[in-house]
């Protein structure tokens, strides 16, 4: 697995989290992304303290870190070229 993190490929208007309480910080991107912070940046968009959910199970602004993977079928690559050619 790659370890490598690029703070570059991060939105600007993605939102960073600081919450220190939560139990999912450790599987969190957003909490990941806030660990990654380069010096050189100035300031983050980041949640509101005071919107941190009490029960940080069911936190809206959770992202897990697990990589998704996708996949075209050949049923689609198929269409596809039947449009184009």
């Known amino acids: 697995m790659e ?7 991060i ?9 220190p309480d939560c139990t999912r910080s450790g ?4 909490h990941l992304v806030t660990l990654h912070v380069p010096q050189s940046v100035n300031s983050t968009v980041t ?7 009490m029960d940080t199970t069911h936190c809206p602004y959770f992202q897990t870190t ?10 689609t690559f198929s269409l596809l070229r039947k449009r184009c050619c």
Do not use: E
């Not at 370890?3 to 490929?9: K, Q, R, V």
């Not at 939105?11 to 919450?19: E, Q």
């Not at 599987?27 to 957003?30: D, F």
């Open 3 to 9: 370890d490598y993190f690029d703070y570059g490929l």
């Open 11 to 19: 939105p600007l208007n993605y939102f960073h989290c600081l919450n």
């Open 27 to 30: 599987s969190c991107l957003r």
């Open 47 to 53: 949640v509101n303290p005071a919107n941190y959910p």
């Open 66 to 75: 697990v990589k998704l993977r996708y996949a075209w079928g050949i049923s």
